[in-house]
């Protein structure tokens, strides 16, 4: 299940060009981070593969067919959709939020419910807050919820959007790598948008660095981008420019340490 869009581009009604003629594949069961300012058509890129928005020009493809040939609310639920607000309904229980789609999918309320319980452990989430409602739960808690329910439909492509941008640092690195370990299980397509760069470089297999304007300016696994940034934009965007990522050798009398751009200790070296 590969996604990939053909020399896409977005103009809305308005006149404002979000994405300009965007191609780039997401080979199946990895992961490509779309990174950027705000406004750098993130969003509308990854709304184009469930047809939230269409493009006005290009193609995008899943499988190699055009999404704007499949039905669009079939295509919703085979998609799943992880928001930066987990996008819980709130008068809805838990279990319910997660089993919400498989149940308009046909699946019978008990079964669905039961491999809503399944999922919550999966994302690491205690079964005992299945009945809560969303408010009820803390922040990182609820964007683990927002992954159960992306991924009760099991569905191969995953598309999150900056879903962890709303949780405190420490939560966050916890959520991440909770999301890393996910995926060397259940190996999806994910398409995964933020705005933080130590994010992108963590969970890319592939990282594709957008301009405002919705332009690519360079996309590549993080030790590329890193070892050869295209050009000052990306250079400064990922931060190395200023030395700010570059780690050196200082010999001392005990042995080899690394140091980083400001002299500091990050680690010693082995082998
Ligand atoms: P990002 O997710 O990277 O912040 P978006 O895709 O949300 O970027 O937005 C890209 C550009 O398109 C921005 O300039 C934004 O203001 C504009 N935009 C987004 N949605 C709409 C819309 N529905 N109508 C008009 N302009 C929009
Ligand atoms: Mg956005």
Same mark, same amino acid.
């Given at each position: 299940?590969?996604?990939?869009?053909?020399?896409?581009?977005?103009?809305?009604?308005?006149?404002? *060009?979000?994405? !300009? !003629?965007?191609?780039?594949?997401?080979?199946?069961?990895?992961?490509?981070?779309?990174?950027?300012?705000?406004?750098?058509?993130?969003?509308?890129?990854?709304? #184009? &593969?469930?047809? #939230?928005?269409?493009?006005?020009?290009?193609?995008?493809?899943? =499988?190699?067919?055009?999404?704007? $040939?499949?039905?669009?609310?079939?295509? $919703?639920?085979?998609?799943?959709?992880? #928001?930066?607000?987990?996008?819980?309904?709130?008068?809805?229980?838990?279990? =319910?939020?997660?089993?919400? *789609?498989?149940?308009?999918?046909?699946?019978?309320?008990?079964?669905?419910?039961?491999?809503?319980?399944?999922? #919550?452990?999966? &994302?690491?989430? !205690?079964?005992?807050?299945?009945?809560?409602?969303? /408010?009820?739960?803390?922040?990182?808690?609820?964007?683990?919820?927002?992954?159960?329910?992306?991924?009760?439909? !099991?569905?191969?492509?995953?598309?999150?959007?900056?879903?962890? /941008?709303?949780?405190?640092?420490?939560?966050?690195?916890?959520?991440?790598?909770?999301?890393?370990?996910?995926?060397?299980? +259940? /190996?999806?397509?994910?398409?995964?948008?933020?705005? =933080? *760069?130590?994010?992108?470089?963590?969970?890319? =297999?592939?990282?594709?660095? +957008?301009?405002?304007?919705?332009?690519? *300016?360079?996309?590549?696994?993080?030790?590329?981008?890193?070892?050869?940034?295209?050009?000052?934009?990306?250079?400064?965007?990922?931060?190395?420019?200023?030395?700010?990522?570059?780690?050196? +050798?200082?010999?001392?009398?005990?042995?080899?340490?690394?140091?980083?751009?400001? /002299?500091?200790?990050?680690? &010693?070296?082995?082998?």
């Amino acid at each position: 299940m590969g996604i990939e869009f053909r020399h896409v581009r977005k103009e809305y009604p308005d006149g404002t *060009v979000a994405v !300009d !003629d965007v191609s780039l594949v997401v080979p199946s069961h990895r992961t490509v981070v779309l990174l950027g300012s705000s406004g750098s058509g993130k969003t509308t890129l990854l709304r #184009m &593969v469930n047809r #939230m928005v269409d493009p006005s020009a290009g193609a995008v493809l899943i =499988d190699d067919e055009d999404v704007l $040939r499949k039905d669009p609310v079939a295509l $919703r639920r085979g998609v799943g959709y992880v #928001m930066q607000q987990a996008g819980l309904l709130p008068h809805v229980r838990v279990i =319910d939020n997660v089993a919400t *789609v498989p149940v308009l999918n046909g699946v019978p309320r008990r079964a669905a419910r039961e491999h809503a319980l399944e999922l #919550m452990t999966t &994302v690491g989430l !205690d079964a005992k807050l299945a009945y809560r409602y969303p /408010g009820q739960l803390s922040g990182g808690q609820q964007q683990r919820v927002g992954v159960a329910r992306a991924l009760a439909a !099991d569905p191969n492509i995953l598309l999150m959007d900056e879903p962890f /941008g709303a949780v405190d640092p420490i939560v966050r690195r916890e959520l991440q790598h909770e999301l890393l370990r996910l995926q060397s299980e +259940l /190996g999806k397509t994910i398409l995964f948008v933020t705005h =933080d *760069v130590d994010e992108a470089f963590l969970l890319g =297999d592939e990282v594709v660095i +957008l301009a405002t304007g919705g332009r690519i *300016v360079q996309q590549g696994a993080p030790a590329e981008i890193l070892a050869s940034p295209a050009d000052d934009f990306v250079a400064d965007f990922v931060g190395v420019a200023g030395g700010r990522r570059e780690l050196s +050798l200082r010999q001392t009398p005990d042995g080899t340490v690394v140091v980083d751009g400001s /002299g500091r200790v990050q680690g &010693v070296l082995r082998g």
